[in-house]
């Protein structure tokens, strides 16, 4: 049903805008249109692209939408003069042409006029019109006007299509024109550098068999043999041939056409064509200094690791914070690029210790003058508000499954107890080991070296080159000329034009294969997920997430889901629903979860459940075990001179009434239900992980661990980042790693979403829905300390 819409669409849509047709049919079919233009190349209905597909297969002209313009001038041909003009963008073409010929009766001029439309219908399939009108001074060309219609499929290597050319069959000399059809197939064996075709035109009063007799059919051969030079030959079957030959310079390219019929040269064709977008060059291949940010880092990796053009990456610190996960995955990145011989500069207006922690990884570490490198160490902190609630009467009542586990102790305490203390101490000591251990490795420094250098900052201007945790400094201008003379035939570019600059696109068609990246960050609860800006953060509502899994197990082309999870946990119930979720979407093809900054609690619940954890060693995870609780108002009430009647039909009717002080018998209940959810996350992680149960408990009881002790203990089952995940997402859906797959990232807000998401009234509604729920609902969830660097 819903294809059928779409095509309906479609074709009203084409049938009210398609300004679309036909240039002039090939010299070789005489007899089935006006012999016109010695000028227009003859191209595969299969195999065109780009602004010949004005002329050659409109439908073409959706299939590659970037912008080209191409201008050919007849040398040498069977007319006077013969010039043409062809543009192609967005999926719409326009060609011009203009010839003159003598006649008997004197020189005859044409002007044809092409307009064309292509139109996308999913899964490879393609179709357009095309209209052509034709001027002259010639009555036999007057008023002349002719319509065609094409469809494609293409995939990755293989491209079928079909065009039906005249199909109005207009008059020319009072003869109606013959409507014929051109099938054609074309191939391109695992590389864009060779396209090999054949076609065959059919008119409409001819059976194939005679069409084949009468050789109306055509091969062709389009290979590039050294970078950025490419020919192309087509044989005819009445005996014509055709070469090509292009060269490529940046967004230009050359070109000459040269046709033969009966071993005499019968036409010569000049082309130049100009493009969005750059293709192979036959010239030095360009090299690139690429300027970034760490927050524009994590798009551009993804084009920058398969680019020889990138020489070195210049990383600019500006002072903004990110998760330390966050920097020791660009570490990670930035390091295999060195090892495959690109080069890392540092330049730093303001450092925090996690930022340093990234810019050691560089060849050169540059500093301006006033600038800052705040390495100082990491420090934790956790808010208590015991006292507070106290003093304004509120009174909270919360039971624990895990002594480790901290959740509830902010609001039954005015510190930590001992076991959290110490396993939060642990947490840091892992994260701060890490870091000391890199640093002293990468600026040559002995671990107690390291530990000295970073006790005597934060540092400023020279005092970071006497302690040598920088190489030079230097002002933005000096840091330019710094660059230009360490990579004088390379040029400076931004991560904005780099990406505008990219190659263009030769593929027939993006990869089949696509691994679904679905998003969990921020607290998980029930319903949609929202954004709440006031206070800067996210809830991940397990309604949306769900459905982002759904559709991700329904879409066939995608062949496994990551789960990337940057979240402390949250409600039981939505943890329980996206757990659900995740098991049956398991049952259709793997999953992958991937931790980012934090995944513990219910984040762990979920991730427990799929069939691969990948985490960053600078994670924190873990924190199995589960809170429960309820807050009492009724002090509070009567301290503001508020009095309430309550009336209740059996014996606990008022257990999670804000007016209600908790009974001894209800806090057992507490604990019971609490102790019920615990021993189910246990079955959940023991089951999902292939864990001995009474090994989980050890490992469980609320304890939180970085990604690194969580890895050595089997929680997670490799350390690394996005790209690990991915990888072994390939590898558990049998996609070979160096084949590309699509990454499509879920779930996809609607601009609606966007807009409430954006508003105040998503403010409103995330604080009083989180405020008003969470306190008397059950969690898996850890309440973080705050780790600052």
């Known amino acids: 049903m819903k294809i059928t819409a779409r095509v309906g669409i479609h074709v009203a849509a084409m049938t009210v805008v398609c300004l679309t047709a036909l240039a002039a049919t090939p010299p070789f079919l005489d007899g089935i249109a006006p012999r016109m233009s010695s000028v227009l190349p003859r191209d595969s209905v299969a195999g065109t692209e780009g602004a010949l597909s004005t002329i050659t297969n409109p439908a073409a002209l959706e299939a590659r939408k ?119 197939i074309a191939l391109r064996p695992d590389t864009d550098r060779l396209r090999v075709s054949f076609d065959l035109s059919k008119p409409d009063d001819e059976s194939f068999r005679t069409a084949w007799k009468k050789r109306r059919y055509f091969g062709s051969v389009h290979v590039e043999p050294i970078r950025g030079f490419r020919v192309a030959a087509n044989a005819y079957g009445d005996g014509q041939y055709e070469a090509r030959a292009t060269i490529s310079i940046d967004t230009a390219k050359l070109g000459f056409l040269q046709r033969f019929e009966d071993g005499d040269a019968r036409a010569g064709v000049a082309m130049l064509t100009l493009q969005e977008g750059v293709s192979r060059s036959a010239l030095r291949r360009p090299r690139f200094v690429l300027i970034t940010t760490p927050e524009q880092w994590r798009g551009a990796y993804w084009r920058v690791r398969r680019d020889p053009r990138v020489v070195a990456v210049v990383l600019k610190f500006d002072g903004k914070k990110q998760s330390l996960a966050a920097w020791k995955e660009a570490q990670d990145q930035l390091l295999r690029l060195k090892e495959d011989g690109t080069e890392v500069v540092s330049y730093i207006s303001r450092a925090g210790g996690g930022g340093y922690w990234l810019a050691s990884i ?124 360490r990579y004088p035939d390379a040029s400076l570019i931004s991560v904005a034009d780099y990406i505008a600059y990219d190659h263009r696109p030769t593929e027939w068609a993006p990869a089949r294969d696509k691994i679904a990246v679905v998003r969990i960050d921020g607290a998980m609860v029930d319903g949609d997920s929202m954004s709440v800006p006031i206070v800067g953060t996210r809830l991940s ?46 049952a259709r093809k793997p ?76 806090e057992e209940v507490l604990q019971r239900q609490s102790d019920t959810l615990y021993d189910l996350f246990l079955t959940r992680v023991s089951e999902g992980r292939e864990m001995d149960r009474e090994r989980v408990h050890e490992l469980a009881r609320g304890q939180v661990w970085t990604g690194r002790q969580a890895h050595e203990r089997a929680l997670v089952d490799q350390l690394g980042g996005m790209r690990e995940a991915i990888d072994s997402a390939k590898d558990l859906a049998g996609i070979p790693r160096d084949r590309l797959a699509r990454v499509e990232l879920l779930p996809k807000p609607s601009l609606l979403r966007k807009l409430m998401d954006a508003g105040l009234g998503a403010a409103g509604r995330g604080l009083s ?6 306190p008397d609902t059950r969690h898996f969830a850890w309440e973080p300390m705050s780790i600052q660097d």
């Open 66 to 184: 970037e912008a080209e313009f191409i201008y050919l001038r007849a040398l040498r041909g069977d007319y006077k003069k013969d010039d043409a003009f062809l543009l192609a963008w967005r999926g719409l073409g326009v060609g011009l042409e203009y010839l003159t010929a003598d006649a008997p009766a004197g020189r005859v001029s044409v002007r044809t006029t092409t307009l064309s439309g292509g139109s996308n219908l999913g899964r490879g399939l393609y179709w357009g019109t095309r209209r052509t009108w034709f001027a002259s001074d010639d009555i036999g060309y007057s008023d002349l006007a002719t319509w065609d219609v094409g469809g494609l499929y293409r995939t990755r290597n293989i491209s079928l299509a079909m065009v039906a050319r005249n199909v109005d069959r207009r008059e020319y000399r009072g003869v109606k024109l013959e409507r014929s059809f051109d099938f054609g």
């Open 362 to 485: 560089a060849d050169a570490v540059l500093l301006d003058p006033i600038g800052e490198i705040l390495l100082v160490g990491l420090h934790s902190s956790s808010q208590y508000y015991k006292g507070a609630m106290d003093a304004l009467g509120i009174k909270g009542y919360f039971r624990r499954s895990g002594e480790y586990k901290g959740g509830p102790e902010p609001f039954t305490q005015t510190g930590p107890s001992r076991p959290v203390a110490e396993n939060h101490a642990a947490v840091l000591d892992d994260l701060y080991d890490q870091i000391v251990g890199d640093i002293a490795t990468r600026r040559g420094f002995s671990r107690d070296e390291a530990l000295r250098v970073i006790d005597a900052g934060p540092y400023l201007g020279e005092e970071a080159l006497e302690a040598g945790i920088a190489d030079t400094m230097a002002t933005p201008e000096e840091a330019e000329t710094f660059l230009a003379e």
């Open 541 to 586: 509502g397990a309604g949306t997430v769900n459905r982002a899994i759904q559709d991700a197990a329904a879409d066939t082309n995608v062949k496994a889901i990551v789960l990337d999870i940057d979240s402390g946990g949250g409600l039981v119930s939505a943890s329980e629903s996206i757990w659900r979720t995740t098991q049956k979407a398991r």
């Open 591 to 666: 999953i992958v979860a991937r931790i980012g900054g934090i995944g513990a609690s219910g984040a762990y619940y979920v991730a427990a459940g799929t069939d691969r954890i990948i985490a960053s060693p600078a994670s924190v995870t873990g924190s199995i075990g589960v809170y429960t609780g309820h807050v009492s108002l009724r002090d509070l009430y009567a301290k503001l001179g508020v009095s309430t009647h309550d009336a209740k039909r059996g014996e606990n009717a008022d257990f999670r009434s804000r007016n209600t002080n908790l009974t001894e018998r209800q």
């Open 769 to 774: 829905g989180l405020l008003g729920r969470l």
